[in-house]
């Protein structure tokens, strides 16, 4: 194979092509993955805090019945797949899964410890810095989004219940949405991208293949039959044509030479001269 | 009278400079050369020394590419021997965002290609495989200390399968060519006493 001619100049070329074409499609997916996942997570930020916003009231009163049902509302709507309210403490208040109310979580796990990293938790983080994305209990992919209950002068003045005004996190809400939609968008996403590389591919390597075979390869094969015949003594019956200009020059010879020899051949005083007929 | 070699790897050049012949056409010294040697015997000395380094350097785009696989394998592993991207962070200052990384990339494994492809064409010598596995290691640690290195070892991993091939293919049949070359003066050393006209 890498002998042939054809296996020179098709080898070197259809490793480039097909290395550069798959590294820009992997740069491109890793790109469109990284845009859909930030849209993603900017969507679920939104969410939760549109959640806090509605429940603000509900907990300046501290109305307990109408969080719950505003929150198990929520948590009902497709794709959501938890919804938690912690206190300062890390105690779960309310969820749409009863059997995680009062359970305590742990500071140093996978979302918690973004802020409590440090022996003073950060206040504020970055919207991708509040995210996490983990495997929930019924094997379904989840992407998750603190979102924190800041403490307010409406909320540290209010007669009902007191926060001193130096706690600046109240508590956290927790949100997790079904990522099974944004799996299934990139796989659609990867798939066509499959297809139109390969789809590239072939028409790039099959296209110079194919040119290579028809203006090169196949006029050397027919050029070598005539050297062969050539060689052998044979004198070729026609003039060789439909050569490319630089190989014609090349048959033009080989056909000369073996009329040279088949005229020598016919003329014994030609060959004890060793000279050949002008006329060729 | 000394052995030269033009950059391509064509037929060697013999000068006469009044010395005896030490080097091969690399300009290394031949080991072992007696000055009392005849001349053939030296010609035949220095082309199978040079026809055993080429037989070392064919094999060289292959010893990269496992080096490589090393590195990638390592990559994979998200560098266990480093210390953790905070801490390289805390002192050296935050990397490039990741999409500036895979724009360099990009451009890297362009540039890389049409360079070996070019050297290829012209037939030049060139032993740069080993450099190419240093760039895509320093590719691969840009993208652990942006930690981004899980959504982007693949294309780094590509780009290296890629461009190690085509380098490891340049290599391998400069060799080939060089090597069949210098059989061939051999051959005809052997037969008559002299080294081969010059071809063009």
Redesign the interface.
């Known amino acids: 194979m ?1 002998n042939s001619l054809a296996g ?1 100049a098709l ?3 259809g ?2 092509v ?3 074409v ?3 499609f ?2 491109l997916y ?2 469109i ?2 845009v859909v996942n930030r849209d993603t997570v900017g969507h679920a930020t939104n969410l939760a805090d549109t959640i806090l916003r509605s429940t603000r009231y509900a907990m300046l009163k501290s109305d307990r019945e109408t969080l719950t049902t505003i929150i198990q509302n929520i948590g009902q709507q497709h794709g959501v797949e938890h919804i938690r309210v912690f206190n300062k403490e890390g105690i779960v208040q309310i969820s749409t899964k009863t059997e995680e109310l009062g359970r305590q979580v742990d500071k140093k796990a996978e979302g918690c410890i973004g802020c409590h990293a440090g022996a003073i938790p950060s206040s504020t983080l970055g919207s991708m810095e509040r995210a996490r994305t983990f495997t929930n209990g019924e094997g379904r992919e989840v992407l998750a989004v603190m979102a924190p209950i800041y403490n307010g002068p409406e909320c540290f003045n209010a007669p009902c219940h007191f926060h001193p005004p130096s706690q600046k996190v109240l508590g956290t809400l927790d949100i997790g949405l079904s990522r099974q939609m944004l799996l299934k968008s990139l796989a659609a996403i990867r798939n066509q991208m499959i297809v139109f590389t390969v789809m590239i591919l072939v028409l790039t390597v099959g296209g110079v293949t194919a040119l290579l075979r028809r203006s090169v390869f196949l006029p050397l094969l027919k050029l070598r039959r005539v050297a062969e015949q050539v060689e052998a003594g044979e004198h070729p019956e026609a003039h060789p044509s439909h050569f490319p200009r630089e190989l014609d020059r090349i048959a033009q010879s080989l056909y000369n030479l073996s009329q040279k020899n088949h005229n020598a051949g016919e003329d014994p005083a030609a060959i004890e001269k060793g000279t050949v007929p002008k006329d060729l | 009278m000394q052995l030269e070699n033009d950059s391509r790897g064509s037929a060697p050049v013999w000068r006469t400079s009044g010395h005896a012949m030490t080097q091969t056409i690399d300009h290394r010294p031949v080991p072992g050369l007696a000055p009392q040697q005849s001349q053939p015997e030296l010609l035949e000395k220095q082309l199978r020394t040079d026809i055993k380094r080429l037989n070392r350097l064919s094999n060289r785009g292959l010893w990269a590419f496992s080096l490589f696989i090393l590195v990638s394998l390592t990559a994979w592993r998200d560098f266990p021997m480093l210390p953790l991207p905070d801490t390289v962070v805390a002192v050296l200052g935050p990397p490039p965002p990741p999409y500036v990384i895979s724009i360099v990339l990009l451009f890297y494994t362009f540039s890389a290609i049409i360079l070996s492809l070019s050297r290829m064409t012209a037939g030049l010598e060139h032993k740069s495989s080993f450099c190419h596995v240093g760039y895509l290691t320093c590719f691969f640690l840009f993208y652990h200390f942006a930690k981004a290195l899980d959504d982007n070892f693949w294309p780094v991993f590509g780009a290296g399968v890629t461009i190690l091939a085509v380098e490891s293919y340049r290599i391998w049949s400069f060799c080939r060519d060089a090597l069949s070359r210098r059989h061939e003066q051999l051959e005809f050393l052997q037969r008559t006493g002299r080294m081969p006209p010059e071809e063009d």
């Open positions: 890498f020179r080898v070197p070329v490793i480039a097909t290395g550069f798959v590294v820009c992997l740069l890793s790109v993955k990284n």
